[in-house]
């Protein structure tokens, strides 16, 4: 039987599939489960008059140093449904006010409206196209 590997370097087009097992069961693999997990994240750490602003298709939002408040501006453009963001946020050692832009909302998890002093923030959302919001699906803070 043939190693994944020597499997990696096959083309695939049209509705081809690569079969696999997953916990126990068979599953077909197509080419745009290959091109969705093999994505390099899309990561936005520019922060510009203390704002970010997601691009729509970024992954990871990454605001470390702050030195003021930071607001984090509606996406650009409209993610793809169920879209999944992550924003990780350091202040400089001092706490800073978070302001969350009209599309955001907590659900799971309620939004931060603060830093915590020199910990690190894991806030991750998800888009919901019906309601046109992110909603905050957790909200860690490092111990």
């Known amino acids: ?5 020597d499997k990696a370097t096959a083309t695939l087009t049209g509705t081809e599939s ?11 693999t197509s080419p745009d489960d ?6 390099i994240p899309s990561i936005n ?3 510009t008059s203390n704002t ?6 970024n ?8 030195s003021a408040g930071l607001t984090i501006a509606n996406p650009a453009a409209t993610p793809a449904d169920g879209w999944g963001l992550v ?12 302001t969350w832009g009209s599309k955001y909302a907590s659900r799971c998890a309620t939004l931060p409206t603060a830093t915590t002093a020199g910990k690190q923030h894991l806030v991750g959302l998800s888009y919901n196209a019906t309601d046109d919001k992110y909603y905050c699906d957790f909200a860690l803070v490092q111990p």
């Open 1 to 5: 039987m043939a190693r994944w590997a």
């Open 18 to 28: 690569i079969p696999c097992t997953q916990s126990g069961t068979d599953k077909k």
């Open 34 to 39: 290959i091109a969705a997990r093999g994505k």
């Open 45 to 47: 750490s520019t922060v």
């Open 52 to 57: 970010i602003t997601p691009t729509g298709t």
């Open 59 to 66: 992954d990871l939002l990454r605001a470390s140093g702050l």
């Open 87 to 98: 924003a990780e946020l350091k202040d400089n050692g001092t706490t800073r006010t978070l």
